[in-house]
């Protein structure tokens, strides 16, 4: 049985609480894998290692940096179907999905190798007489990373890319379900030169995620999972002093309105409700069609759901994988059997057809669905896609932003000041026209608002340099010895 390690001042260290959990291959059900759980005291060694490298690689020069981390995305994209096979073995994605997954990481580091540009400050000459004053952003020290099952590459990447080149050192905590892709990417950040501490892997559950939102020595946390852990993360690391950005759940909606092209709308709602078999943050898991085009397109829908391959990652033609653990599998399928109940319609039952072996669930549909009914108002995180009816645009509007998530959200219409409206009315904070998926590149942010952010800055582009920083202004004098005197007023620019 393979035994997953912590990596710390790089390379693998065995944990000693006697602690671990179980890595499962969720094609087979079959357990492939232990991994170390570490408690408080590793935990503590962990941060030590990162504090002990941070004077060192904080004064590495910029250039330095970005040497590094140009050989890093050399070596992502070298073994990127290495990653994607880590990732479809204990994650369970298809392989095009694992490869995208990789894809979108990559394009984070490529923009962290840019950062010098971003760490640029102002210069004021001549603010005052003889004064001049200058800003500097400089790192905030030992910061974590706290990330989901669902992207155990891409995250990271979002991540520790701009957080090491800013001059931080980094924990990273990743889920225990699917944390091998960590341990391989630390290793190629070994590769690249980084130095040792400056990238830690530490392994564990809630006790190694409370230490981390407590321990002294963290400056900053960044976490992406469901809003109720994403809130305890932020008002534990805030209350201890940290810098903290929480992302949490969604519930996003795809509005069709009755001029758009429903071929092109069917083919979004299908590719974005059960790629990755749902469990996307990014997902369309409501689809709120306008009345009048409401069934044609639900037939569309329905017509393209059989044809959705479901199989092992194994499976050069499979689509869609299974989800992560036999237990997310069943509370999904519950969404499904409890949505009739509920006086919602079971169009496609995907639960009645799944396989026997392995963590697998068929695409669902289900129509009729209202605020107030469990598979409406809560994340469901599989492969379910739920339809609502509203009778026009502004009903849809209101259905979206009454919704207490604010991640994602699309609009599928051909009327461009339609379009243009919904997206200065929607309160949401990644909005797509005609793109149902609507995850920014990695130059712009990504994050949404209400309950799916907690804190004050989204993560990756711009906003992710910010967070892992700090502004300090310098104000500068050197005066002519023959001008100095003792002046006690309150000094003045003028």
């Given at each position: 049985m393979n035994r997953i390690g912590h990596w710390i001042n790089n390379k693998v260290v065995l944990g000693t609480s006697g602690r671990s959990g179980v890595v499962f291959n969720p094609a087979t059900g079959e357990q492939q894998a232990a991994v170390d759980f570490a408690n408080v005291a590793e935990l503590d060694a962990v941060v030590a290692s990162a504090k002990a490298a941070l004077p060192g690689w904080r004064s590495t020069s910029l250039s330095r940096r970005?040497?590094?981390?140009?050989?890093?995305?050399?070596?992502?994209d070298a073994n990127r179907k290495e990653i994607a096979n880590i990732v479809s073995l204990e994650h369970g994605k298809v392989p095009a999905d694992a490869m995208g997954e990789l894809a979108r990481g990559l394009e984070n580091i490529e923009f962290a190798c840019g950062i010098p540009a971003l760490m640029k400050g102002g210069y004021s000459e001549q603010a005052a007489g003889g004064v001049d004053v200058y800003s500097i952003r400089q790192p905030l020290g030992v910061v974590a990373g706290i990330t989901p099952f669902n992207f155990p590459a891409m995250v990271p990447m979002?991540?520790?890319?701009?957080?090491?080149?800013?001059?931080?050192?980094?924990?990273l905590k990743p889920s225990e379900k699917d944390p091998s892709a960590a341990m391989f990417i630390a290793d190629l950040l070994r590769q690249s030169g980084l130095p040792d501490g400056v990238f830690n892997v530490v392994h564990g559950d809630k006790v190694a995620v409370d230490r981390l939102l407590e321990h002294p020595d963290i400056a900053a946390v960044s976490f992406v999972g469901s809003t109720p852990i994403a809130k305890y993360v932020y008002e534990t690391g805030t209350r201890n002093g940290k810098r903290v950005q929480a992302l949490g759940g969604a519930k996003n909606h795809m509005l069709v309105l009755p001029d758009a092209d429903l071929d092109m709308a069917a083919d979004a709602a299908v590719s974005a409700a059960y790629g990755s078999a749902g469990e996307r943050c990014m997902a369309v898991s409501v689809v709120a069609a306008v009345d009048s085009i409401a069934d044609q397109l639900i037939d569309k829908i329905k017509t393209r759901i059989p044809n959705i391959k479901v199989g092992a990652g194994t499976d050069p033609s499979a689509e869609m994988g299974p989800l992560i653990t036999r237990e997310h599998r069943d509370k999904v399928a519950g969404y499904v059997h409890g949505a009739a109940k509920e006086g919602a319609k079971?169009?496609?039952?995907?639960?009645?057809?799944?396989?026997?072996?392995?963590?697998?669930?068929?695409?669902?549909?289900i129509d009729e669905a209202k605020p107030g009914m469990k598979c409406y108002d809560e994340e469901i995180f599989g492969p379910v896609l739920v339809v609502t009816r509203v009778e026009g645009y502004e009903a849809g509007l209101k259905l979206i932003n009454d919704n207490p998530y604010g991640n994602g959200t699309a609009i599928f219409t051909r009327d461009g000041g339609v379009a243009r409206q919904f997206q200065f009315d929607v309160q949401v904070g990644m909005v797509g026209i005609n793109v149902p998926i609507p995850v920014p590149v990695s130059y712009y942010s990504f994050g949404g608002w209400k309950a799916s952010l907690f804190g004050d800055q989204h993560m990756y582009?711009?906003?992710?340099?910010?967070?892992?920083?700090?502004?300090?202004?310098?104000?500068?004098?050197?005066?002519?010895?023959?001008t100095s005197s003792v002046n006690l007023g309150f000094p003045q620019n003028r």
């Amino acid at each position: 049985m393979n035994r997953i390690g912590h990596w710390i001042n790089n390379k693998v260290v065995l944990g000693t609480s006697g602690r671990s959990g179980v890595v499962f291959n969720p094609a087979t059900g079959e357990q492939q894998a232990a991994v170390d759980f570490a408690n408080v005291a590793e935990l503590d060694a962990v941060v030590a290692s990162a504090k002990a490298a941070l004077p060192g690689w904080r004064s590495t020069s910029l250039s330095r940096r970005a040497e590094v981390m140009f050989r890093m995305r050399e070596l992502v994209d070298a073994n990127r179907k290495e990653i994607a096979n880590i990732v479809s073995l204990e994650h369970g994605k298809v392989p095009a999905d694992a490869m995208g997954e990789l894809a979108r990481g990559l394009e984070n580091i490529e923009f962290a190798c840019g950062i010098p540009a971003l760490m640029k400050g102002g210069y004021s000459e001549q603010a005052a007489g003889g004064v001049d004053v200058y800003s500097i952003r400089q790192p905030l020290g030992v910061v974590a990373g706290i990330t989901p099952f669902n992207f155990p590459a891409m995250v990271p990447m979002w991540m520790f890319a701009n957080a090491i080149m800013c001059g931080n050192t980094f924990v990273l905590k990743p889920s225990e379900k699917d944390p091998s892709a960590a341990m391989f990417i630390a290793d190629l950040l070994r590769q690249s030169g980084l130095p040792d501490g400056v990238f830690n892997v530490v392994h564990g559950d809630k006790v190694a995620v409370d230490r981390l939102l407590e321990h002294p020595d963290i400056a900053a946390v960044s976490f992406v999972g469901s809003t109720p852990i994403a809130k305890y993360v932020y008002e534990t690391g805030t209350r201890n002093g940290k810098r903290v950005q929480a992302l949490g759940g969604a519930k996003n909606h795809m509005l069709v309105l009755p001029d758009a092209d429903l071929d092109m709308a069917a083919d979004a709602a299908v590719s974005a409700a059960y790629g990755s078999a749902g469990e996307r943050c990014m997902a369309v898991s409501v689809v709120a069609a306008v009345d009048s085009i409401a069934d044609q397109l639900i037939d569309k829908i329905k017509t393209r759901i059989p044809n959705i391959k479901v199989g092992a990652g194994t499976d050069p033609s499979a689509e869609m994988g299974p989800l992560i653990t036999r237990e997310h599998r069943d509370k999904v399928a519950g969404y499904v059997h409890g949505a009739a109940k509920e006086g919602a319609k079971v169009v496609i039952d995907g639960t009645a057809k799944a396989k026997d072996d392995g963590f697998f669930l068929n695409p669902s549909l289900i129509d009729e669905a209202k605020p107030g009914m469990k598979c409406y108002d809560e994340e469901i995180f599989g492969p379910v896609l739920v339809v609502t009816r509203v009778e026009g645009y502004e009903a849809g509007l209101k259905l979206i932003n009454d919704n207490p998530y604010g991640n994602g959200t699309a609009i599928f219409t051909r009327d461009g000041g339609v379009a243009r409206q919904f997206q200065f009315d929607v309160q949401v904070g990644m909005v797509g026209i005609n793109v149902p998926i609507p995850v920014p590149v990695s130059y712009y942010s990504f994050g949404g608002w209400k309950a799916s952010l907690f804190g004050d800055q989204h993560m990756y582009g711009p906003e992710g340099v910010n967070f892992f920083t700090r502004g300090k202004v310098v104000t500068s004098r050197w005066p002519d010895p023959r001008t100095s005197s003792v002046n006690l007023g309150f000094p003045q620019n003028r």
